[in-house]
Every structure is written in C-alpha cells, then in structure tokens.
C-alpha cells in the first residue's frame, strides 16, 4: 500500500508542524516520554471528581494549560448512587471514541484525505454480577466493546477504512483497552 | 478476615439500599446486565466531543438522566492540537482513579467504616516513540500506570488498607485496563 504525503494544512490539523514534529523526536526520542496525570477526590457516596491539568512531555513539564480540566463520576441511582455524572466505565468508551477520532484527523492530513465527517458510537457490555461478587465465573470489567464508525470525506470507501485502520494500529487507548497495563496501587493512610 | 455487615446509610452510601439491591440481583441475575455507551462526534484536527446519556441496565433503558454529559478531548499543543480538553489517555487515568473511589465508598460503608477524605494521584508513562510509528519496540499505550491513594477514616491502618483492596478486587475499570478487553471496530462510509 503506498500512501501520499502531504504537507499542506487539512482536516483543522497543522499538517507541517506534525511533521515537523515527527522529524524533531527522530533526532531526539527522549522528546517522546511522556507521563500524564490525573487527581480524583472523594465527595460523598460514589460521587468523586478528577482534576486534569499537568503533565510531562517533549522534555518539560506543560505550561500551557492555564485551567484544570475537572470531570464528576458517580453511579446512577439504579445502582445507588446520585448520578452526579456518568459511571466511570462509561469514561473508558469516550476515551477510546476520542483516541481512535483524533488519531484519525491526524493520518487523514497526513494522506491527504478532506474529512467532511465523523461520528462513532461505543457500546460495551458488562455484567455486574462481577463487581457485585455475585459470581466467581463473570469478569469485572466489560465482556466487549463494540466502536461503530460512520466517516465520510473525499476519498474512496476502502481509502477511508484505512484511515480508521491505522488509527486503530496507533491508538493509545485501544491498546491500553485491548491489551491492559501494569497497574500498581499505593496507599497512606492517615 | 471478618467484616462487620452494616445496614446503616454510611459515607453517603445509602447502605441499605445496597444489600436491597444485592438481594434482588440475587434473585434475578439477568438484573446485572448492563450496556454502556457514548457517541463522540469529530470537530476539527484532535479535538472531538463525547457525549453519554443512555445506558441500559437492571432490565431497561434508563431514564434518569435528564440531560446530556458532554466531554471534549484534545491534544495539546506540543502533540500538534489544540488543548480543547485532556487527552484521551489522560480520561483513562480519571475512570481508572474514580472507579477505585467510588467502589471503596461502598465497600467502606458496608464494612461499617466511616471515610473522612479519599484522595488519588494516577500517573501513566508512556513513550510516544509507539504511537508516532517511530519505533516497532515501543508499545501505543501506557507502559505502566501508578495510583497513590490517601485515606483517612475511623478504622485502623489494615482496615483502611483492606478497604482499597477489595476495591480494586472488584473495579470494573481496573480490570479493563490490566487484563484488556476485546473491541470491534465497524466502519461506515458515505
């Protein structure tokens, strides 16, 4: 398969400085280390919030977000919470709606391609009799995840397709979701 | 290990409420079946916007929630977007953090232990070397993940710690992103 480099600006992305960016962590791939972070505090029941603002990146610490970035989790009241905000299950689908999506922009530019839309919906279906403790057999996270793509732009249906392909080849959070991570868990208590 | 069974509203918890709801899916496990979904729409380069509403769960479409959640996600500037929002892998580290605080909410309040503050720090390292296809030896997502967690409340030290424990014993996040799960992608053109 053979794919044309472009370098003009498209698709709201800034086709040069991607680029140029690309050859900048060539030359140096420390550039690339990155660690992002997340801060979550309780409230009240299954009621939380998580603040988003800093990270490390391209050498340094970020300068240039100048608020935080806040987001609620709660349980709905069917599993007795107060709905202050979506499950965070429900999190997961958008972050992988939102990495497969920008990853796509991203390659669509870079091959040239106009995107005139783009629309994906998430389903993932989970059982709680797992977290419940109901069953030894069930899984606690979801059992699968199904991503419905709808794109529309000014190249060929199988040009299109492959633009969500290699997104999906260089996507962070389908890999994460896909493949797992080691996690470790610390504790103070106080 | 013995635990103390508590029927007392605790943390916010509406603890009997919980038990009713444990019995009930006791009785009926086909209660346990939910799907979760969010539709994310493209606006322009990185940046797309999420929204959540519709789950279905406990044998129907839920319609307590009123409104929608909207989430946007970005890349930030030195990844060649536009900081409209977090990144999307910086919304994994946020379910991650609010799946583990809001399980614990629950199981304290069943175990009887009363919570005074709950706090996390999640960081991700990742090595954009992956997902920029500048190296085959470096993986797209998160190499590891580390959640430091601070608790206060009236138990002792081993209580607090045992709280988290099972938290992460049946967080439905934490699961996903150690273990994986398996997602399908469909495309449709026009």
């Excluded at 977000?65 to 997961?92: C, M, S």
Aim: charged residues 20%; negative net charge; proline residues 4%.
């Amino acid at each position: 398969m053979t794919t044309t480099v472009e370098r003009q600006p498209r698709n709201g992305v800034d086709t040069p400085t991607l680029f140029a960016t690309l050859d900048a962590v060539k030359g140096s791939p420390d550039l690339a280390k990155f660690q992002f972070r997340a801060t979550n505090r309780w409230i009240s029941g299954t009621h939380n919030r998580s603040t988003i603002r800093g990270f490390f990146g391209a050498g340094q610490e970020d300068t240039s977000r100048t608020a935080d970035f806040t987001y609620d989790a709660d349980h709905p009241a069917v599993l007795v919470g107060t709905g202050n905000g979506p499950t965070p299950v429900e999190f997961v689908l958008h972050a992988l709606a939102a990495c497969l999506t920008s990853g796509l922009a991203n390659i669509a530019a870079a091959r040239g391609v106009t995107l005139h839309s783009v629309e994906s919906t998430v389903e993932g279906d989970i059982d709680l009799l797992g977290i419940l403790g109901l069953s030894d057999q069930v899984r606690n996270g979801y059992q699968g995840i199904r991503v419905s793509f709808k794109i529309s732009g000014d190249a060929p249906d199988d040009v299109l397709r492959g633009l969500i392909e290699q997104s999906r080849r260089r996507s962070a959070v389908y890999d994460v979701v896909t493949n797992g991570v080691p996690v470790e868990i610390t504790v103070d208590t106080h």
